[in-house]
């Protein structure tokens, strides 16, 4: 099992140990080596994109994946409650600094106070992104996802090169599982 050093002093009082201590919580761990997911989308989808939204979270979490997402409504509240009914784990990055902002559905609710720029916090929380129908604010998500080298596949979302599209949420977790390993 991998050992995590505390950086700092303040780390280390968190932890209850001195700075050199390694911290092995097995509940800090678990969560700490979990694949963190993006999943990207409107903050409005119809009933079909919602639907394929809410699949996605359930296999997220059933491949044991942590799901990134926006935090509000749409493709991001979708997600969430998909992984949410198969006992996932869920962070919304909020676009405002307010923590009840999140849609219900939010686990770890991050308000940001920073508008759509929480858009590049979403991109270096998760490790890979599937996104899911979208307009310019899953563009913009997209292009700093891919700027930044992280993998991104797409269901029915914008045609950009460096998206690997994808038509199944099915397909599309499996495919980002079985690339980040």
Known sequence: MAQLVARSVRDA???GSSPATP??????MKFRLKPRIGIIGGS??????IKVAEKVG????RSGGILVCGGLGGVMEAAARGAKRKGGFTIGILPSPNPNDGNFFIDLPIPS???EARNTIIVNTADAFIAIDGS???LSEIAFALNARKL?????????EG???ISKPEEAVEYIFKHLK
């Open 152 to 160: 991104v596949v797409g269901i029915d979302t914008w045609q950009v």
């Open 23 to 28: 911290i092995t919580n097995s509940k800090f």
């Open 13 to 15: 009082e968190v932890a």
């Open 163 to 165: 998206i690997v599209p």
């Open 44 to 49: 409005i989808a119809d009933e079909n994109i």
């Open 113 to 115: 106070g920073m508008g």
């Open 58 to 61: 359930e296999l997220v979490a």
């Open 136 to 138: 310019y604010g899953t």
